[in-house]
Nanobody, 133 residues
Framework: QAQPVESGGGLVQPGESLTISCTAS????????IAWFRQAPGKERGGVSC????????YYADSVKGRFTTSRSNAEKTVYLQMNNLKPDDPAVYYC??????????????????????????WGQGTQVTVSS
């Protein structure tokens, strides 16, 4: 079965930067919103960022605003998450997910609508990001 694949995770020190990517071979990214979720040990999985689609709208969790940036290359079937100034609270398994329904949302919709997990059709298996000194 087709699924997106995350890569680029690893061990970094606090304050450093890291970019992770998600490659969705076999998918036409023109029709999908692509989001990043994360789950730390003992914590619920939550939304991190979302690239809505062709209208250029993006959404971010409050905890990462100003530090993380998501971008995409539809031609390369890849989405990126650039993480700057990583903090001890950021370590987690990061997952990318694709959604047709979120892509179809009005651009003026509330940000919370971008992180409703049942709306996502395909999920990757995750990549580990560890922040430690």
């Amino acid at each position: 079965q087709a699924q997106p694949v995350e890569s680029g995770g690893g061990l970094v020190q606090p304050g450093e930067s890291l970019t992770i990517s998600c490659t969705a071979s076999g998918f036409n990214l023109d029709i999908y919103a692509i989001a990043w979720f994360r789950q730390a040990p003992g914590k619920e999985r939550g939304g991190v960022s979302c690239s809505k689609g062709s209208d250029g709208t993006t959404y971010y969790a409050d905890s990462v605003k100003g530090r993380f940036t998501t971008s995409r290359s539809n031609a390369e079937k890849t989405v990126y998450l650039q993480m700057n100034n990583l903090k001890p609270d950021d370590p987690a398994v990061y997952y990318c997910a694709l959604s047709v329904a979120v892509a179809a949302m009005p651009r003026t919709g509330p940000a919370t609508n971008a992180f409703i997990e049942p709306l996502y059709d395909y999920w990757g298996q995750g990549t580990q990001v560890t922040v430690s000194s």
